[in-house]
C-alpha cells in the first residue's frame, strides 16, 4: 500500500522556520536517512550550488536553488509550478519534492501556491517548522509572525532540545501546543526526525541506487556531529510519533468516516491508505491522502481481483492510537446496515476532497 503512488502524486513539503533554527541541518539529516527515496530538494538560499534545473533532475537527492532571495517574493505561482513540473516529470523518478523556505519567507505563501499549482503530479506534503528551543522567546519577541506560523505549521519541529533543561523543554513544547493546537509536534537535536513521518520508505529494488551521480547527498554526507555525540543520541527517543494500522474488511460508511476525518484529532499528522466504500461505490477505491489540515481523495478502479478492504495508516504525535482504531471501527458498515442502499448522497462528502481533473499518465513523457 502506497498512497504516495496512488493518485501517482508527489508530496511537496515546505520546510519552515527562523533564520538558524536548523533546516538546513534537518534537511541534511532526511538526505542520509532517506531510505532509498529520491528526495528533490528546493532551496531558496544564497551561496546554494545553482545547478541547471534540467540536470538536476535526472540525479538523486539534488538541490536546486532559486537564486536570489526569497522564493515566495521572487517567484511567482506559475514559476514555482515550472519547478515542480519539472522536478516532478516522471523521468526524475523523484519520491518527494522539499522546499526549503528562506527564513525570511512566509510560509503560508507558499503552502498558497502549491496548493493553487496545478500540477496533477504533485500533492501538497505539510508544512514543516522548525523551531530552535533555546532560542524560543527571543525569536518571537523578535518576529511575532513565529506565532502566526506555528498555528498554521502542520508539523513542528522542536529543535536543539540539547541546548535547553527538561524543564524548559516541557514549558516550550506548553507554549507551541498552545499556540498550534492542530499540529503534530517532534522534539528534536541536530534535525534528528524519523524520515518516517515525512515519506514512506522507497519500494524500489536497491539495485537502482547503485548506478547514480554524486549528489548534493553525498556532498553533505560528512557534516553529522561527531561519532560519540552520535551514539549517545541513538539510545534517545527523538522521533516519538505513534502511528496506527487499521485494516477492515467490511466496507467503510462514507458520512462516519467523513465526520471522523473532518474532526481528527490534534497531532494526527498523515492519513494514507485505501478506503473500500462498498455498495455507495462499488466500482472504485479510494486513496486517502492527509497531512495535517489538507485531505484528498484519489477514486481509481479496483484493480482486477484486489481483495476489497480499507487499510489505513494514521500518524501523529500525542495520539492515542487505541482510541483512534476503535473509532475507524466505527465507521465500518456493520450488521445492521450492511445490505442497506447507501442512497445517492451518501458520497457528497467525500467528493468534495476529490480533485477533479484526472492526472494524466504521461509514464512516456519525453524528459
Ligand atoms: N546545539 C545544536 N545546534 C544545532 C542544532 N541543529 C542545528 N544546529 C546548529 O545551528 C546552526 C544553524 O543550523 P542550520 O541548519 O544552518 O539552520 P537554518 O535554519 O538552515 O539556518 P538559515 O539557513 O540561516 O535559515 C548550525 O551551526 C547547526 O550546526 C541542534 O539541535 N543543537
Known amino acids: ?45 544564497f551561496g546554494a550550488v545553482e545547478i541547471d534545473a534540467m540536470t538536476v533532475a535526472g540525479q538523486v537527492g539534488s538541490t536546486v536553488s532559486l537564486g536570489n532571495g526569497c522564493l515566495c517574493c521572487a517567484v511567482d505561482a506559475s514559476e514555482l509550478d515550472g519547478y515542480l513540473e519539472r522536478l516532478s516529470r516522471p523521468a526524475a523518478r523523484i519520491d518527494i519534492i522539499v522546499i526549503e523556505a528562506s527564513g525570511l519567507a512566509e510560509p503560508q505563501e507558499l503552502v498558497r501556491m502549491i496548493l493553487a499549482g496545478d500540477s496533477p503530479r504533485t500533492v501538497y506534503g505539510g508544512l514543516v517548522e522548525v523551531v530552535d528551543a533555546a532560542e524560543f522567546d527571543a525569536t518571537r519577541e523578535r518576529h511575532p509572525e513565529t506565532d502566526r506560523h506555528l498555528a498554521i505549521a502542520d508539523l513542528v519541529v522542536l529543535n536543539k532540545t540539547d541546548r535547553v533543561t527538561p524543564a524548559e523543554h516541557e514549558r516550550v513544547l506548553g507554549v507551541i501546543g498552545e499556540l498550534g493546537p ?86 494526527l499528522y498523515r492519513v494514507k491508505g485505501f478506503v473500500d466504500f462498498g455498495a455507495a461505490d462499488p466500482d472504485n477505491r479510494y486513496a486517502v491522502h492527509a497531512v495535517g489540515r489538507f485531505l484528498r481523495f484519489y477514486p481509481e478502479p479496483w ?55 484526472p492526472a494524466a499518465d504521461e509514464a512516456a513523457d519525453p524528459f
Not at 519552515?16 to 541541518?25: D, P
Not at 492515542?320 to 442497506?340: I, N
Request: proline share 8%.
Open 182 to 267: 492542530g499540529a503534530a509536534v517532534v522534539s528534536a537535536s541536530y534535525g534528528r526526525i524519523d524520515p518516517g513521518l515525512l515519506f514512506d520508505p522507497a519500494t524500489r529494488p536497491a539495485e537502482e541506487e547503485k548506478v547514480r551521480q554524486l549528489s548534493f547527498e553525498d556532498l553533505s554526507a560528512d557534516d553529522e556531529p561527531d561519532p560519540a555525540h552520535r551514539a549517545d543520541h541513538a539510545h534517545h527517543p527523538h522521533a516519538a510519533y505513534e502511528s496506527v494500522s487499521f485494516d477492515e474488511p467490511a466496507a467503510m460508511d462514507p458520512r462516519r468516516l467523513m465526520t471522523f476525518l473532518d474532526s481528527r484529532p490534534e497531532g
Open 303 to 357: 484493480p482486477r481481483g484486489a481483495e476489497r478492504r480499507t487499510q489505513l495508516v494514521l500518524i501523529g504525535t500525542g495520539i492515542d492510537p487505541d482510541a483512534l482504531a476503535k473509532e475507524l471501527a466505527v465507521c465500518a458498515v456493520s450488521g445492521t446496515d450492511a445490505g442497506t442502499d447507501p442512497g445517492e448522497t451518501a458520497m457528497w462528502g467525500v467528493l468534495r476532497y476529490v480533485r477533479s481533473e
Open 1 to 45: 500500500m502506497d498512497p504516495s503512488t496512488a493518485g501517482r502524486q508527489i508530496p511537496v513539503v515546505v520546510l519552515a522556520g527562523f533564520l538558524g533554527s536548523g533546516k538546513t541541518t534537518l534537511l541534511n539529516h532526511l538526505l542520509r536517512r532517506r531510505a532509498g527515496n529520491r528526495v528533490a530538494v528546493v532551496v531558496n538560499d
